[in-house]
């Protein structure tokens, strides 16, 4: 069976971490999803509010570098946990358990551009240093004998 989704979106508030009795950190936060439609009564987007857990050493990193309203690409599997309430009513929730959390840019990133596109991309090269986007990263060969390697 396969069971593995991927979100993109911000966080809606910063991410909350706490320890199990056993030690083990988990960190728990919530995304703001846009859909890919508009609504065809008032032709906005719907937002979808995805909750999402995190975690050990995954649950540590968002909590550590993603704050509220935070671009971030989340990696997991859908889980739907059951609990009884305080009025002893039996309850469900759906949430993502994060395998993998990336960053998607930063709000300042995509304000220039439409929301939800990707940032300017840095590419690392065969020397390990960034490029800047749009640098020439091409150089000719001063060695070139005209034979082709394959």
């Known amino acids: 069976m396969l069971n593995r989704i ?5 966080l809606t508030a910063d991410p909350e971490l706490r320890q199990t009795p056993a030690g083990v950190s988990v ?15 008032s032709g906005e987007k719907e ?6 857990v995190a975690w050990r050493g995954t649950g540590e990193f968002v909590s550590r570098y993603f704050t509220k309203g935070s671009l ?5 599997r859908l889980q739907m946990r059951r609990y009884t309430d305080r009025d002893g009513n039996k309850r469900i929730a759906a949430e993502v358990v994060a395998d993998n959390v990336y960053f998607g840019g930063s709000k300042k990133d995509s304000e220039g551009g439409a929301y ?13 240093y960034a490029a800047a986007p749009g640098a020439d990263q091409f150089a000719e060969l001063s060695d070139d004998d005209g034979d082709l390697p394959f």
């Open 72 to 76: 971030a690409v989340v990696e997991g």
């Open 47 to 52: 937002t979808d509010f995805i909750n999402c």
């Open 27 to 41: 960190a728990s936060f919530a995304l703001a999803v846009d859909r890919d439609f508009k609504n065809k009564e």
């Open 116 to 128: 939800g596109q990707a940032p300017a991309a840095y590419s690392t090269g065969s020397s390990g």
């Open 6 to 10: 991927i979100l993109q979106g911000r």
